[in-house]
C-alpha cells in the first residue's frame, strides 16, 4: 500500500489561469489505498471530467485522488514549457508529490510526433532560451522521466488517446459565429458584448445534425499520419489510431522495463469509439446512430454518455476493471457539470459550459453497450496493458 502525500496537494486546472483549490484536511483523511492520478492535456481530457474519477471510481470501491492541469488548446510540449517557465506548479508536484500514476493527453499537428527541434513552435511565442525538440514523443518523455525520478518501482504513465475531429465542422463553426456577429452588430450591441457572445455561439445539434448523419468515423481514424514537416500545422491524421499507436509504441520503445511490466499504457478512447460506432450503426445503442452524435461541435463531445465513455475508458485502463460496476448517475446530470458543483466536490477544476452542449442521456441499456464495448475493446487492445486473467489488479499485473 502506498503512503500518504508528504506534504498537501492543491487540485489544480489549468484554464486561462491557474485553478486552486483542495482543503488540507481531505488529503490528511484519505486512506493508504488511494489511487493518486497528476493529468496533463487540454479540453478533450477535459471532456472526461476528471474531477468526477473520484467519485465514479468510490462507486466501485476505489479512492482516487486527481490533480488536473488542463489548458485551452494545450499541447505536450506547453505542459513541460511551464516547467521551465512557473516551476513552482505542475512540475513542483510532479517531483515532490506522491503520485501513483501521470495521465499525458497528446493534441494538436504542431509539435509532430518525433524529432522536431525548433527555437519557438508558434511565430508569436517568445523563443526558448535554447532549441528544445517539442515533438510528443520528446514532451511526453519529459514528464515520465520526471515523474520516474521520484516513482521508478511504482510509478505508472498513460497517454490518453484523442479522437478524430468531423471533416467540415470547423468551416462550418465559422460561418456560424460570422452570421452571428453580423445578426448581433445589426442589433446595436457594443463591440465587446459582440465579441463575447460570438465567442461562446457554437452550433446547435439541430444545426449540426447534417454533419453528424454523414461522419464516416472509420474512414477519419484509420487514416494514416501524414507528417508535413515544412508546415507541421498542416500534418495529417494526428487524431488518429495510427498516430496515437506510433505514440504509444514509441514510448514503450524508450521505456522497455515500464511497458514490460505493464506500466505504461494507452488509454484508446479512438478505438472505443470505432467499436461503438459499429455497434450504434448496427442499431445496438437505442436511439444513437452514429458516433457523431457525441459531438457537440466536431471535436469535443457532449454532456452525459459521451463523457460517460471516456471516464469509463480511462477507469477500465486504470484500475483493470469492468466498468459495468460504475455507478454513472453523477455524468447524468447536466447540473452536475456546473462549475459551482465542480467546487463542492472539494476539487479544483473548470468545465468550459459551451463544450457540453445538449445531454445525451445515459440510459442503463446504453450504459450496458457502452461498459461492454469499453471492456471488450481494452481486454484485447495490444496498448492497455490490461487482459482479462489480470483484471482487478490495477497495482501489479498487466501484459
Not at 213 to 219: E, V
Not at 316 to 344: C, G, H, Q, T
Request: aromatic letters at 10%; one cysteine or more.
Amino acid at each position: 500500500m502506498r503512503t500518504a502525500l508528504k506534504r498537501p496537494v492543491a487540485l489544480a486546472a489549468i484554464v486561462v489561469a491557474l485553478v486552486t483549490a483542495a482543503p488540507a484536511d481531505i488529503l490528511a483523511a484519505e486512506k493508504d489505498d488511494t489511487f493518486r492520478v497528476i493529468y496533463f492535456g487540454n479540453s478533450f481530457l477535459g471532456n472526461s471530467v476528471p474531477w468526477f474519477h473520484p467519485t465514479l471510481a468510490r462507486s466501485a470501491g476505489h479512492t482516487m485522488h486527481v490533480q488536473a492541469y488542463i489548458g485551452p488548446g494545450w499541447q505536450i510540449w506547453m505542459h513541460v514549457n511551464t516547467f521551465y517557465t512557473q516551476p513552482e506548479r505542475a512540475r513542483k508536484s510532479l517531483v515532490e508529490d506522491d503520485w501513483d500514476a501521470v495521465v499525458i493527453h497528446h493534441f494538436g499537428s504542431h509539435p509532430m510526433l518525433k524529432d522536431n527541434v525548433r527555437q519557438r513552435v508558434f511565430h508569436t511565442q517568445k523563443p526558448f532560451p535554447e532549441p528544445r525538440d517539442v515533438s510528443d514523443v520528446a514532451s511526453a518523455s519529459a514528464i515520465i522521466d520526471l515523474f520516474l525520478s521520484k516513482h521508478p518501482d511504482h510509478g505508472r504513465a498513460f497517454v490518453y488517446g484523442s479522437w478524430p475531429g468531423i471533416p467540415g465542422a470547423a468551416e462550418f463553426r465559422k460561418r456560424v459565429r460570422e452570421e452571428t456577429r453580423k445578426s448581433l452588430e445589426a442589433e446595436g450591441l457594443s463591440r465587446d458584448e459582440v465579441l463575447k457572445k460570438v465567442k461562446e455561439r457554437k452550433p446547435t445539434l439541430a444545426e449540426l445534425t447534417p454533419l453528424l448523419k454523414k461522419f464516416d468515423y472509420a474512414a477519419e481514424w484509420r487514416g494514416k499520419y501524414e507528417p508535413n514537416r515544412e508546415v507541421p500545422w498542416q500534418s495529417k491524421h494526428t487524431h488518429s489510431r495510427d498516430y496515437s499507436w506510433r505514440l504509444i509504441a514509441e514510448l514503450k520503445k524508450k521505456y522497455p522495463k515500464l511497458a514490460k511490466a505493464g506500466r505504461l499504457a494507452l488509454i484508446p478512447n479512438g478505438d472505443v469509439f470505432l467499436a461503438l460506432d459499429r455497434k450504434m450503426r448496427a442499431g445496438k445503442v437505442p436511439g444513437v446512430t452514429n458516433i457523431g452524435f457525441f459531438s457537440r461541435d466536431g471535436g469535443h463531445v457532449r454532456a452525459g454518455l459521451p463523457r460517460y465513455t471516456l471516464a469509463a475508458t480511462c477507469f477500465a485502463v486504470m484500475f483493470r476493471e469492468n466498468p459495468k460496476v460504475l455507478d454513472w448517475s453523477i455524468y447524468n446530470d447536466r447540473k452536475n457539470y456546473s462549475n459551482e458543483n465542480i467546487k463542492k466536490l472539494g476539487m479544483g477544476g473548470y468545465v468550459h459550459q459551451p463544450d457540453l452542449g445538449e445531454l445525451l442521456e445515459i440510459t442503463p441499456e446504453r450504459a450496458r453497450v457502452v461498459n461492454e464495448t469499453v471492456w471488450e475493446v481494452i481486454t484485447a487492445h495490444r496498448h492497455t496493458a490490461v487482459r482479462k486473467a489480470a483484471a482487478g489488479h490495477g497495482r501489479e499485473q498487466g501484459n
